[in-house]
């Protein structure tokens, strides 16, 4: 059968989206409220050098998961149409095929790591060989636990990768949480591994179609081929994200970068509503532009949801970026040079969620390789002004000044773009301002607040609340109408 099979039937109703939605968003946040306590005690645990090691070695992590070289992003759009057309057969040699690239792709990565301890200049931070290790090993089980994912998501089976998800950082962070006070970065470490190992485990046991052989060495280099452009936006992405850490880890010290880590651990999470939507609606975008779904219900799907987090997100950031203060001085001893820095990077997390959804709108579509180019631009010119700004002084409040104008420049870029193709109707300057406003609104009224109503402590904080609160009810009135958020809940309680 060709690839480009068809998809029968439309997409399942809103509130199925909702309840798979939903169903990745709650995982999402409950692994990262644990890993936050884990990250919270380990804060203290080994201070601001400590973590800044910690910070360091997650890089790893960060990058190990992009070794599938691009197998997986190719089997994100081939997978679900052979699944949806009942192709059993041609549905386990994709996935054999993508595994077998990505088996090859953690090799090399392996040992590029193990090569760049042996030969590259070690940053300040920079952890032991056997810490080293163990987050590669970490790593590789990180690529069997996005094949899983991967697969389970094309067989509609949302709540499995949901349930792998909160079980690696249930179990993960829970175990590094119990072990960093012994053990330290070695606790930290191994526990992940452990929740990881489980994770891989439970989503095998709920996709047995998905073989661990690898096989097919030629379907997974032409999926490969395929996902290249995916992969490769993806890196960008990646770089746009990590470069402050790569500069500060050049430029600055341990104790700046742990500094930094603590403000990242925070304002992360503000991505992940817009990832776990974007994380459902990626395959049936996919499969309406490979497939004979209706494109017209698929857009008008993906627009409904960007406008009800282009209303909603600014205000949960805006409370977040008032209590920023209150939280650090009540909840991290020693870390209070990190509130700004915090601040910062949560306005630009929120910028940079806007085109979240877009972006994903943009892959699934086709249009991979004019997303490759804009995040491609908006990477070189992030890396050029985070280095330069940490060459001339790497305080941290600083480097997140300048990641957060880079990530705002993604987001215009995205939105511009996508505009054409997803709200014709508004045209590019109207969907970007749209997306983009309520955000800045509501950034600019919680930086107003901080700055000119002195005061310290949970009181304070419940009164700049209430302060935000009114500052933000005329966009959140203003915008909302019209987002069909009562049809969208029950839509839901009528799919139960």
Known sequence: MADSAPVPGPPRAGGAFVRDSASIAISQYLARAVVLV????????????????????????????????????????????????????RARRLMAGAWSIVVAGGVVFAAAVFAGVRWAPRPAAAPGGVLVALMVAAALLQLAF?????????????????????????????LGIALVGKFGLLGLVTGWIAGTLAAVVHMARACPEAPLEPAGVRDGAALARLGLPIFAY????????????????????????????????????????????GYVLFPRVAAAYHGSVDRALVRAHVLRVQRALAVMMPLVVGIAIVWAGPAVEALLEGYRPAILPLRLLAAGALALSAATVPAYFLLGSGRQLVLLALGGVAALVTAAGVFATAWRDPAPAHVALAASAGYALFAVLVLMRAAGELDPDAGRVRFTLGSLLPGAWAVLVAFAIVRWLPGHGGMWGFVATDLFGLGYLPVLIGMARGLGMRSLVRETLAAR
């Open 146 to 174: 996005q094949y899983y994912a991967t697969a389970l998501r094309a067989h509609g089976r949302f709540r499995a990768v949901g349930t792998g998800q909160a079980l690696q950082a249930v179990l993960g962070a829970g």
């Open 38 to 89: 884990r990250g919270w005690v380990a804060a203290i645990t080994l201070g601001p050098a400590g973590f800044g090691a910690w910070t360091l070695l997650n890089l790893i992590l960060d990058y190990g998961s992009y070794a599938t070289l691009g197998a997986l992003q190719g089997l994100d759009l081939r997978l679900p149409p052979a699944v949806a057309a009942g192709d059993a057969p």
């Open 234 to 277: 993806y890196v960008a992405s990646l770089v746009l994200r990590s470069v402050d850490r790569l500069a500060l880890a050049r430029y600055g010290n341990a104790h700046q970068l742990g500094i930094y880590g603590v403000a990242l651990m925070a304002s992360g999470l503000v991505l992940f509503a817009p990832e776990a939507a």
